[in-house]
Each structure stands twice: as C-alpha cells, then as structure tokens.
T-cell receptor, first 113, second 113 residues
C-alpha cells in the first residue's frame, strides 16, 4: 500500500469555524489531490497540486483552499465551514500525473453542524 | 452536469455468476477510462483501465469493454466472489488533463453466497 495518511480521520465541527485537513505521504510523489465523496455525486476533485507551492482548482473548489509547502504534505482548509461541506474527504497521490497511478488515502469523515 | 454516469446505484449477483457494471459518459474528449473499487471506511483502489484506442482490456477475472460510439463502458467480473462486494466507481480523463479524473456516482455490488 502507498504511504498515505490523513488526519484527522473523523471530525465534528460547527458552522462558521475553520477546519484544516492534512494529507501526508511518504512516497515522494509529485501530484497530490483532494476529493470529496457524497451520495449521488461520487468522487469530485476539489484541488490538486503538481508540485511544492503549485496548485490548481478542481471541479468543486469554492469554499476550499489548499497549501503545499513540502512535497509530503498537502493541506485542505475550509475557511468557514458550512453544512454543505459535510462529506468524506479523500486525499490521493500520483507520481506521474497518470490517472491509473492515483493512490488514495483512507479518508476523513467531516460533519459540520 | 454529470459527465460520467453510473445509472445503477446497486447490483446483486449470485456467487460464481457474472457481474456486469455499466458506465456512460458524455464528454467526447475522454480518452482514458478506469475502474476503482472501494470497501467501506477505505479509500478507492485502482482495479483496471482502458485506453480509447482499445475496446477491451482483461486482467484475471476482470474485463473492461469500451464502446466509443455509444460512449459506454462496462466492467465484467467472472466468476463473482464474495470479496468482490464493494462500491465500484468508473472514472475518465482527457489527454490534455490526464492528471485529473472525473468519477461516476458509483455502483454498490453485493455478491450473494
């Protein structure tokens, strides 16, 4: 299994509070991704990174920001959490940007009350 | 606008029989297709892929078929085993943005012993 960890694994927070999710990899892969999974929508790309300090928006980026100051860490921040951001968040990594080489982390379940 | 659709949310199949999961797409620029498998409380794992230059790809019990004219792909699992019970996502990417995947909504497959 690819070395990907996500923290926290579970979080409950209140509307309006900031939340930061962390993805950590030990594979030295160039690409890192944040997805959310929701019933009826499958997995949707939020943001991705193609290198340190290089990021781009995905399909559902509104309300989210990311940062990547080191190869191994990719942070997802909800500046002011809303109930619509209740979801399961997955981080993925890839070494060549090729679709089949995306390896996913175990997920973070976020509940915004 | 769901560019990748899996119209069957769930499917039940007897152990030993063939499981057929279907996926339709609308974006004619997609040229690479993948299937991911997901168990509860885990991240998705890559299963099998196919390039648009092929119409079939096989890996053990898993075969993916692509019908470009119909914008349709299917995953065949034969024989089905209890361990195949999971949620299956199809995904697609374009050559110009190969690092980004668009996922379908998923099909929950249950194998009945």
């Amino acid at each position: 299994d690819a070395g990907i960890t996500q923290s926290p694994r579970h979080k409950v927070t209140e509307t309006g509070t900031p939340v930061t999710l962390r993805c950590h990899q030990t594979e030295n892969h160039r690409y890192m991704y944040w997805y959310r999974q929701d019933p009826g929508h499958g997995l949707r790309l939020i943001h991705y990174s193609y290198g340190v300090k290089d990021t781009d928006k995905g399909e559902v980026s509104d309300g989210y920001s990311v940062s990547r100051s080191k190869t191994e860490d990719f942070l997802l921040t909800l500046e002011s959490a809303t109930s619509s951001q209740t979801s399961v968040y997955f981080c993925a990594i890839s070494d060549a940007g090729l679709a089949e080489t995306q390896y996913f982390g175990p997920g973070t379940r976020l509940l915004v009350l | 606008d769901q560019q990748v659709k899996q119209n069957s949310p769930s499917l039940s199949v007897q152990e030993g029989r063939i499981s057929i999961l279907n996926c339709d797409y609308t974006n004619s620029m997609f040229d690479y297709f993948l299937w991911y498998k997901k168990y509860p409380a885990e991240g998705p794992t890559f299963l099998i892929s196919i390039s648009s230059i092929k119409d079939k790809n096989e890996d053990g019990r898993f075969t993916v078929f692509l019908n470009k004219s119909a914008k349709h792909l299917s995953l065949h699992i034969v024989p089905s085993q209890p361990g195949d019970s999971a949620v299956y996502f199809c995904a697609a990417s374009e050559a110009s943005t190969e690092e980004k995947l668009t996922f379908g909504t998923g099909t929950r497959l249950t194998i009945i012993p």
